[in-house]
């Protein structure tokens, strides 16, 4: 809720990718996942037992095949976990299955591929196979072997069809793409997408060069460099599927279609382009006008920091001017791109996504909610109210008066009505979310009729210790004795707030972000009694809203904003030594944070990041928050100067542009105390190596389990450079020994603020790694 608010809400939406602006690519950022966020490629966790042939199943990843009496061979992929993926060992079975069973038998006429898992077609690429690859190098024959099955089922001359329902992801819409025809289910669980550059790749089966076959070239680009999902209906208009269908029909029309595609009767029409985009596409100063529209977009939004567009850039334009080595080139590439350090980085955070999904605390543990009492219709409150009645939940929507009130539901309102408009929600879910939401307040009779059938009470109310013990106490007389109260402070201690309840085992912290409806990551926190049910049902809960959970321990800032308040003091501390604002800003931004810190403060509000600082000065971190001076900020505040939202901060905003104005200038000359000189990579190394070195800290301490945990929380609750990894897979490429022996040397120049904890030193003497991958 606090400092990182806006740089994380950057950073999950991807803070490297681009979106489409006519005619080409425009500067927003592709939103990296959340539920989530992402719809990347399905992570494999483990390879899944052998299979044994037996009765009525041949082969594992495939179900027998169905002939119909015009010849047509329907495969439905059915792998052994709960989605399909295409794994090594897939690619391996479907060339056998293949053989065997197509290839010279004249009685089939044409294949259909289906899915035997119903609203999942093929999720994407097994990860798992690409993490076990030691040299990424032998990644280049690996595919080579999957291409050279696509080519196997062209050789064959008949048509080939592709009955779609549920995801079709990465490598399994490329398979798709290798087909003539394709049939897609209008359910809200299909989308079409190549994801790949989400983790640091590219479609590496003959996605960088079928895809613009069918879509033009400027669609294809859009899709491939934001990874973002494309809607059946979108699907439709754009070339990428033939028809749409209801799901119960997708597999007999698409049957239908592979008959009509062997006798004739169909054929295949692909989409003409308009004439401004056969302008554009089918001629060299079109196309050098798209590239370097392109061009510039990528650089602006990737910052040079993501190889991944590059390639994907790279791929197009050598198929277009080789068609002969175009597939060779795309896998080489494909494997180049595996093994950066922003591939692993972007992986490592997709894997801990996946591992995020997860609790410890029993499968039954959780309890059912169906209704959740939202108490405060503020921002926050509106928030958390919105993203929980999106998932079919009831919400008691409850403040002091209507008007309150009112500014809750047309806050929710103003957000549902951008969905509908921007088509990423139907207007019948826009009406059932409006009526999942219950308005109530102190005086209306209904109200205590209500909370008796809550399961789950969530506060977000102002942070005032009193205040919140009171709403507990008045919760607990009108909720059953299961209900658990959830409170949303970002800075009080869980305990003192569960202090003198009747029923402290049913309260917790659950520590979303602002805006809660965009911010993926929810810190979620136990106090030394509340009981694992709690726990359980306060995580699934928070994974149905939609949320990234990680478990944190119940101290002063729990785990982001604590990570955060050194952070904070070192930006002062360099301005102080003479470092200049809009370059504090540049350095931090090249070093991968999606927005500097001084823009960052203002977006926030500078009485907001004040109180941070200064709560956490209070706090229990020591010398780990000394060699700083916040009262920079709590002068601000004295003059009004609260950020953007008072029109001045750090920088004057008058519309779109932010200047730095004459009185700024010289209030901040009159706190710098030295003109060190520093440059841009010291001010990188001193601001960050306080972040890690506090991250490192909650590890070493225990408020955070793993460095997992670690990573996925700064990455996504303060905009830490996803190609980085987060702070612990960063420390891991740059070697522990080596941040270690910098800190000592920031030590002796400016004091014990910089001297590591004794995790990392304990980690730089063994030699250690954080991440085994």
Not at 142 to 153: H, P, R, V
Not at 286 to 314: C, E, R
Not at 679 to 684: A, G, L, T
Request: aromatic share 8%; proline share 5%; with cysteine.
């Amino acid at each position: 809720m606090m400092l990182g608010r806006l740089a994380a809400r950057k950073a999950a939406r991807g803070a490297f990718l681009c979106q489409r602006v006519h005619p080409t690519i425009s500067a927003l950022p592709a939103r990296f996942q959340s539920t989530a966020a992402v719809e990347a490629e399905e992570t494999i966790r483990a390879p899944p037992p052998s299979f044994e042939p037996k009765a009525g199943r041949k082969y594992e990843f495939f179900q027998d095949i169905e002939m119909t009496p015009e010849g047509v061979a329907v495969i439905r992929f059915d792998g052994p976990k709960s989605v399909n993926s295409i794994s090594f060992d897939m690619s391996r079975e479907a060339r056998v299955m293949w053989e065997n069973e197509i290839a010279n038998n004249a009685e089939v006429k044409a294949v259909v591929f289906s899915s035997g898992k119903p609203g999942m077609f093929i999720a994407g690429a097994d990860i798992f196979d690409l993490k076990a690859v030691e040299n990424k190098q032998d990644l280049v024959g690996l595919i080579e072997e999957g291409m050279d099955f696509f080519q196997l089922m062209k050789d064959k001359k008949i048509p080939l069809v592709c009955a779609i329902d549920g995801p079709a992801l990465g490598g399994g819409l490329e398979w798709t793409m290798w087909c003539d025809y394709r049939v897609a289910s209008d359910s809200p669980k299909t989308k079409l997408g190549l994801p790949e550059v989400k983790l640091g790749l590219l479609p590496g089966f003959g996605g960088t060069q079928n895809l613009h076959e069918l879509v033009g070239l400027q669609n294809a680009m859009d899709m491939m460099l934001t990874g973002k999902d494309v809607r059946p209906d979108k699907a439709k208009k754009m070339g990428l599927v033939d028809l749409v269908v209801a799901s119960q029909s997708v597999e007999s029309v698409a049957i239908q279609s592979a008959i009509d595609l062997a006798t004739g009767k169909l054929k295949p029409k692909r989409k003409k382009k308009s004439l401004m985009n056969r302008l554009l596409e089918d001629n060299p100063i079109g196309q050098k006008l798209i590239w370097n529209q392109i061009d510039k977009m990528v650089a602006k939004n990737t910052n040079g920091n993501y190889p991944a567009p590059y390639s994907i850039i790279q791929c197009v334009q050598h198929g277009l001017a080789n068609p002969a080595t175009k597939y060779k080139n795309e896998r080489e590439q494909f494997a180049k791109l595996a093994a950066t350090p922003e591939s692993e980085a972007l992986i490592g955070i997709f894997d801990g996504m996946t591992q995020m999904k997860k609790h410890n605390f029993g499968k039954d543990a959780a309890r059912p909610v169906n209704t959740v009492a939202v108490m405060g219709a503020g921002l926050m409150g509106a928030g958390i109210a919105q993203v929980t009645a999106e998932k079919g939940v009831t919400v008691l929507l409850k403040d002091r008066n209507d008007e309150a009130v009112g500014r809750g539901q047309s806050y929710m309102k103003g957000n549902w009505d951008k969905k509908l408009k921007r088509r990423r929600m139907t207007k019948f879910k826009h009406n059932i979310a409006s009526s999942n939401v219950i308005g109530l307040t102190d005086d209306n009779p209904a109200t205590p009729a209500h909370f008796a059938r809550a399961g789950m009470v969530i506060e977000a109310v102002f942070e005032d210790l009193d205040l919140k013990r009171k709403i507990v106490a008045d919760v607990e007389s009108q909720t059953p004795d299961h209900c658990i109260f959830a409170t949303n402070t970002s800075a009080i201690p869980i305990a003192d707030i569960a202090q003198g309840a009747k029923r402290p085992e049913n309260i917790i912290g659950m520590h979303y972000f602002s805006p809660v409806p965009s911010m993926p990551l929810l810190e979620i926190i136990p106090h030394e009694g509340t009981s694992d049910a709690t726990k359980a049902t306060a995580f699934e809960v928070g994974s149905k809203q939609g949320k990234t959970c990680i478990m944190v321990k119940d101290v002063p800032g729990f785990y982001v904003n604590r990570c955060l308040g050194p952070f904070l003091v070192e930006v002062s501390a360099v301005v102080r030594d003479g470092v200049k604002l809009e370059a504090l800003d540049k350095a931090l931004k090249n070093f991968g944070m999606p927005v500097g810190p001084v823009t960052l403060a203002d977006e926030v509000g500078i009485d907001v990041t004040s109180h941070v600082a200064g709560f956490l000065s209070n706090a229990d971190l020591g010398d780990r928050m000394g060699g700083g001076d916040i009262s920079l900020m709590k002068d601000m505040i004295g003059k009004g100067w609260l950020g953007k939202k008072s029109g001045q901060g750090f920088y004057t905003y008058k519309g779109k542009k932010k200047t730095i104005s004459p009185e700024v200038e010289a209030y901040v000359k009159g706190f710098v105390q030295q003109d060190l000189g520093l440059s841009e990579k010291e001010v990188q190394d001193r601001i960050v190596s306080r972040f890690v070195n506090e991250a490192a800290k909650c590890l070493e301490d225990d408020i955070i389990e793993n460095p997992v945990v670690g990573d996925i929380g700064l990455v996504f609750g303060t905009g830490f450079a996803p190609f980085r990894g987060g702070p612990f897979r960063y420390l891991d490429q740059v070697g522990v020994g080596n941040y270690v022996d910098m800190m000592h040397g920031f030590a002796d120049k400016y004091g014990p603020q910089f001297e590591p904890c004794q995790l990392l030193k304990d980690y730089a003497a063994a030699e250690k790694k954080f991440h085994s991958s």
